[in-house]
């Protein structure tokens, strides 16, 4: 079974560009989050998604968005590209969301954006 | 692939040897911990996890220890083999709305020498 996927694996914008980054959840999985992990550091949550609808976001700019489409793939688009933004991007899958219950996120291995 | 190990604390332990990874969390609200595995090159892989209504659990060859007294959690690897060399992470998580949104943790990178 194809595990999350996530595209492409590597980029390289300069300052002010746009970036879309792509997410393949598990199959049969509902639930996408996105997480920025720069180098040296610990993955930092930016968005939740469930059912098509945003149920948690991190303490993130609004230069950063997200959506997740009916086949429950999801975009993480960031706007207006800054020399920090340059880090690796994670997406993670789960089965749902359940008040009290967490569902295992599987994570993909990220794309690495680059920001001269 | 790049390493996420860099200036990173550090374990450097025999194969063998028992590794313990600590990690101090940061919400005394928070209610669920997960460690996680990461390789070079790949995204954090799920270990074992605990509730805050417990103190220990056992999973193959790894042990969590939760003491939410200090806000202290530590991941205890038995036998530690060359394969167990990643980084390690934990992660806090805090019920909201609905759906849980962890916090992790800066990392230890664990280096297993044969």
């Known amino acids: 079974d194809a595990g999350v996927t996530q595209s492409p694996t590597h980029l390289i914008k300069t300052r002010g560009q746009q970036v879309t980054l792509r997410c393949s959840p598990i199959s049969g999985h509902k639930s996408v989050s996105w997480y920025q992990q720069v180098l040296g550091q610990g993955p930092q949550f930016i968005f939740q998604y469930y059912e098509k609808e945003e149920r948690g976001r991190g303490n993130f700019p609004d230069r950063f968005s997200a959506r997740q489409f009916p086949n429950y793939s999801s975009e993480l688009n960031v706007n207006a590209l800054l020399l920090g933004d340059s880090a690796l991007y994670l997406c993670a899958s789960s089965g749902g969301l359940a008040g009290g219950v967490y569902n295992e996120q599987f994570f993909g291995p990220g794309t690495r954006l680059t920001v001269l | 692939g790049e390493s996420v190990g860099l200036h990173l604390p550090t374990l450097s332990v025999q194969e063998g040897d028992n590794s313990i990874i600590n990690c101090a969390y940061s919400n005394s609200a928070s209610d669920y911990f997960i460690w996680y595995k990461q390789e070079s090159g790949k995204g954090p892989q799920f270990i074992i996890d605990i509730r805050s209504n417990m103190d220990k659990r056992q999973g193959q060859r790894v042990t969590v220890l939760l003491n939410k007294t200090v806000k202290h959690l530590s991941l205890q690897i038995a036998a530690t083999q060359p394969g167990d060399s990643a980084v390690y992470f934990c992660?806090?998580?805090?019920?909201?709305?609905?759906?849980?949104?962890?916090?992790f943790g800066r990392g230890t990178s664990l280096i297993v020498h044969p």
């Open positions: 992660a806090e998580n805090i019920g909201k709305g609905g759906s849980y949104i962890p916090t």
